[in-house]
């Protein structure tokens, strides 16, 4: 089935490394997608991955994707405070046009 | 900034009720996604529509239908309203078919009362 689980919060301090964790449960899944949320606005697509890659870097963002454990991580180095936000993990699977969205996790960035 | 604009941002009616959420996607985007999100359901894909024509459908209500038009813009009709249907509606557009790259709207809050 079409499953997209994460946790629902992490806290870091201003400056730290943040590591927010997904997993799935399609196998088939086609491209990994990480959004952000800001509150009162659209998503933001941040980065994306293929699920044939195990690794993704754009700037301050890592992507890590372990297929074998279905496993998908976005870094974001040298957190700020404007990184606070919901962060949302999604899969879209085979020749499907949908994304499969988890729960989302929420980032809250300490001075 | 994505590009694409949803019109109404907030929209507040009863119970019953009959209401049109408008999307336009960004300039050459030929597909366009609508998704709910809810605190209790999160986020979930609706209806897609590529070049005028539906391509997909997730978990729509038979009380909601959607269309897209000559120009790309879409509507999506939400009929009968019920408390339950109180969410955030996103608007998506793409280039392709595909799923990849799929940009959002801001959202229209709509509030069944």
């Known amino acids: 089935g079409e499953d997209v689980e994460q946790s629902l919060f992490l806290s870091v301090r201003e400056g730290d490394s943040s590591v927010i964790n997904c997993t799935y449960t399609?196998?088939?899944?086609?491209?990994l997608y990480w959004y952000k949320q800001e509150p009162g606005a659209g998503l933001q697509l941040l980065t994306y991955?293929?699920?044939?890659?195990d690794m993704k870097q754009d700037q301050r963002l890592t992507v890590l994707l372990n297929k074998k454990d279905k496993h998908l991580s976005l870094r974001i180095a040298d957190t700020q405070t404007g990184d606070s936000a919901i962060y949302f993990c999604?899969?879209?699977?085979?020749?499907?046009?949908?994304?499969?969205f988890g729960s989302g996790t929420r980032l809250l960035v300490r001075p | 900034d994505s590009g694409v604009t949803q019109t109404p941002k907030h929209l507040i009616t009863a119970t019953g009720q009959r209401v049109t959420l408008r999307c336009s996607p960004r300039?050459?985007?030929?597909?366009v996604y609508w998704y709910q999100q809810s605190l209790d359901q999160g986020l979930q894909f609706l209806i897609q529509?590529?070049?005028?024509?539906?391509?997909a459908k997730g978990n729509i209500l038979e009380r909601f239908s959607a269309q897209q038009f000559p120009d790309l813009h879409s509507e999506l009709n939400l009929s009968s309203l019920e408390l339950g249907d109180s969410a955030l509606y996103f608007c998506?557009?793409?280039?392709?078919?595909?799923?990849?790259?799929?940009?959002f709207g801001p959202g229209t809050r709509l509030t069944v009362l």
């Open positions: 998506a557009s793409s280039q392709g078919q595909g799923a990849n790259e799929q940009f």
């Open positions: 399609d196998s088939s899944s086609t491209y």
């Open positions: 991955i293929f699920s044939n890659m």
């Open positions: 999604a899969e879209s699977i085979g020749s499907s046009y949908k994304l499969i």
């Open positions: 300039s050459g985007d030929l597909s």
């Open positions: 529509y590529y070049n005028g024509e539906e391509r």
